[in-house]
């Protein structure tokens, strides 16, 4: 569904990504281990085509995404929920989840519905329709990005560390949601601080470090792998 | 004190603020986009003027046929700067923004001086009447000003409110990587925003014209108050600039009158600086992105 091969990335003379190479088959949620500044969100802008690869190509299907506009890798089908959330602060929550919909924007009764489900999942929404998305909790506001996400109608979602910053409770009920998300049918992939919790949902992980992929697995074998529970977990 | 004199300047302050708050608007949805300064837009405004001069003395259209067209030209000239020079500095350091707004305020005046000249023009006034309101005289050309300010205020403030593509121009303002993600496109809002801020330049402009004077540098003071206003009002601020813009036209207008006409210049900056020491975040500091 979703296939990176060797693709690379650089910031001016640093190199963020060199030659990554994953995938993510239809109807998987796969985990993206690794710590703060190892590559994750650098993959994920890049696969979103917020930054530009130097070298390597991106696949959605048979679908090249390297060098297309984010607009129309939305409009392909792959939306990305970002870490820190990125919401528009300013505007209700309604509005928040609509925008999220925009490149739906001709067919406003599919989008309805889909509001529909995102309020079923997430009923503190329907309650705080009305209110400035700035003006709600983290837990409240990753909510609020996650069922902006979904509006965009993703066949794969991207979610980068949607846990960060949250209460325990809170942490529980969105990876919860994720789940329940990837078991409706769309293929996650997923980048976590709190390795134990996501491998405990996924189908498959990969571990990054300085920009590479240097572990592959199912989740029970990364979870008995000493170097990983003493690296992402800490026990 | 002399209450029709007093109401009389409450007029005028009316009129000039509602001059600087178009401008002012205009420079303020760029900055929230871009988030940069965009000093070119006096030259817009200078532009919009000299469209609407050269629509009536050398095409022989009427005052309304040329405050359109100096909207829809003045709106093309925004979105060419936007296309020609703004985009292509998307990813550089945002002095080589600064630098380059500057340029354009140069190169547009340059071509204006070519064109008609350094001498200041007169557009004469297509309503020379006066209207009198509760004993004061209001010339209906401030009453025009007055009343177009409100009316575009209006209308903007709705199609930033109610329309999908002005929810797109205030996305873009509020988290411009948030609305990449949703699939909003950069380069159509920067468009829509560009033409916006050239067309609500120029109609202030046509509209300021005849009772003042046309010349190539027209626009400099006006584009300096304006940055004023939109410092006052918060950067990227739509309300900001509206109360920003009023109050520096009515204290100019009352400074003019009550402290000295030579001073009026001087007042905003004054102003500028009195406020931004009690209030350095503005007064409508746009939410913290």
Redesign the interface.
């Known amino acids: 569904m979703l296939r990176c091969e060797g693709a690379t990335l650089d910031y001016g003379s640093y190199r963020a990504l060199s030659g990554v190479t994953m995938h993510v088959d239809k109807g998987e949620l796969v985990v993206m281990l690794g710590a703060n500044g190892a590559g994750k969100s650098s993959l994920f802008l890049a696969i ?1 085509g ?1 930054r530009k690869l130097k070298a390597g190509s991106i696949r959605l299907g048979d679908h090249e995404l390297a060098g297309r ?3 129309q890798i ?2 392909d089908g792959l ?4 870490e820190g ?7 209700s929550v309604h ?1 928040n989840l ?3 919909a ?2 739906h ?1 001709r067919d406003p009764e599919g989008s309805k519905a889909i509001l529909e489900r995102v309020f079923e999942m997430f009923p503190i929404l329907r309650e705080k329709q009305h209110q400035n998305a ?1 003006s709600l909790s983290g837990g409240q506001q990753q909510m609020v990005a996650i069922g ?2 979904l ?2 109608r993703p066949k794969v979602l991207l979610l980068d560390e949607p846990s960060l910053g949250l209460a325990p409770l809170v942490v529980k009920q969105v990876l919860a949601a994720v789940k329940a998300i990837n078991e409706a049918g769309t293929t996650v992939l997923l980048a976590e601080q709190n390795a134990y919790a996501a491998l405990k949902i996924a189908h498959r992980a990969y571990v990054i470090e300085n920009g590479r992929i240097v572990m592959e697995g199912d989740p029970d074998a990364l979870l008995g792998d000493e170097r990983i529970r003493k690296a992402y977990i800490g026990a | 004190m002399n209450l029709s004199l007093f109401v009389q300047q409450i007029l005028n302050g009316l009129t000039l603020g509602s001059v600087y708050a178009l401008v002012a608007l205009g420079l303020t949805l760029v900055y929230g986009i871009l988030h940069i300064p965009n000093f070119s837009h006096g030259a817009l405004f200078m532009a919009g003027a000299y469209t609407a001069f050269f629509f009536i003395g050398s095409l022989g259209a009427n005052y309304w046929v040329a405050l359109i067209g100096a909207a829809a030209v003045t709106a093309a000239i925004a979105v060419l700067s936007e296309r020609l020079v703004f985009s292509r500095l998307r990813d550089s350091p945002p002095l080589h923004d600064m630098i380059a707004a500057i340029g354009l305020l140069l190169f547009i005046e340059a071509v204006a001086h070519a064109i008609w000249g350094a001498d200041f023009r007169r557009m004469a006034p297509p309503f020379p009447g006066i209207m009198r309101i509760a004993g004061t005289v209001l010339p209906i050309q401030r009453a025009l000003i007055i009343g177009g300010a409100i009316g575009l205020m209006i209308a903007l403030h709705l199609f930033l409110k109610r329309t999908t593509t002005g929810a797109t121009i205030v996305a873009m303002a509020q988290n411009r990587e948030g609305a990449s993600l949703v699939g909003i496109d950069l380069t159509r809002v920067s468009i829509i925003t560009f033409a916006i801020s050239g067309a609500l330049a120029a109609v202030a402009a046509v509209l300021f014209a005849p009772i003042n004077l046309i010349s190539p540098s027209m626009g400099n003071l006006v584009i300096l108050k304006a940055f004023v206003i939109i410092i006052l009002g918060g950067m990227g601020s739509v309300p900001g600039a509206i109360l920003g813009g009023m109050i520096i036209g009515f204290a100019e207008s009352f400074g003019a009158f009550y402290i000295s006409t030579d001073l009026k210049d001087i007042i905003a900056f004054a102003l500028l600086v009195a406020i931004l020491s009690l209030r350095p975040q503005g007064l409508f500091p746009a939410p913290s992105r």
Do not use: D, E, I, N
Request: charge should be positive; glycine fraction near 14%.
């Open positions: 979103s917020l506009k984010p607009s939305v409009a939306v990305h929920c970002p959330r990125k919401l528009f602060p300013g505007m509005k609509m925008l999220g925009y490149v924007r700035g902006r996400a509006m965009g």
